[in-house]
């Protein structure tokens, strides 16, 4: 019924890299609670040598479960980081060359950017990442390198942004903050992600989705950022996209008209007890890896 935008930019759009900036506020990075999901891709057998920009969105950290591998789970949406498993989102006849494109072609990075949209860091994150099995447009990625993670963010003077995820639904009219990254063009033209919060108030939520009224419609750039309860601070949701349109509305009822005009420009998450679970699952999975 409704058209969903995702916020997710790159190639698949135009796009620039910033690789490094050491000129920084950390008073100002600490803002955000969400940090920048990057992926690059490289197609060796189509004569490509070097990385470039794939898509662009945001992410966030939750602690890992005591005695993994890891200390962090790194959550975003997966069509960011595996748009070839998306064919809905990126047709073939917008992006013929990503039928060339598969998982190890590609690279993600966790990147840490001041209010400018300059670089701070940039971390490496593993190649094995974990798809939601059940088709959600979820993914959890990990650090290659957690320790060096840990000592930049140290020396950088930026706090290390850990969330938790709230045990309920939010209920209707509950004032929340969507944390992300907006895509911006800088007068030279690069396309930088620039943090984002967003104001938000709960309209309503379902079982699998939630949606959430925003004083204007979310930019590109803020998938993958976490709702938080502005009582609390604890994680509602994942931003996966807004409502910017309803197809066929001559077709709806009257009923369906009447929830289509109150959901329009709303802000379209993942409740937090599905990431909870989602979460859980790969737990699972990494013990059983390792056992094995």
Partial sequence: MAFLARFAAGSLSRSTRCRHARNFSSEKAAKNMSYGLASFFRVPEQGMQEFDVLSRSSGFLVQARAGLQYDYHFLGTAHVTHPFLFPDFYTPQEYPWLQFVNERHTLNKLQI???????????????????HAGGLDLVILHMADEHEFLKVTKELEVPVNVLQFSPEDSPPDEDVSIHGHRLTTLESGQEVLIPFISSGKVNVVFPDRGFAKTPTLLE????????????????????????????????LTEEQAKFAESIRENAVYVPSLILKEFVSSVEDQMVMHEIF
Avoid: H, W
Wanted: with cysteine; net charge negative; proline share 4%.
């Fill in 113 to 131: 950017r001041e209010d400018s949209g300059g670089l701070l860091a940039e971390f490496t994150l593993q190649r094995k990442s974990y798809v």
């Fill in 220 to 251: 590109m750039g803020m998938c993958g950022g976490p709702l938080t309860r502005q009582k609390d601070g604890k994680v509602i949701g994942m931003l996966e996209a807004a409502v910017t349109s309803t197809t066929n509305p001559d077709e």
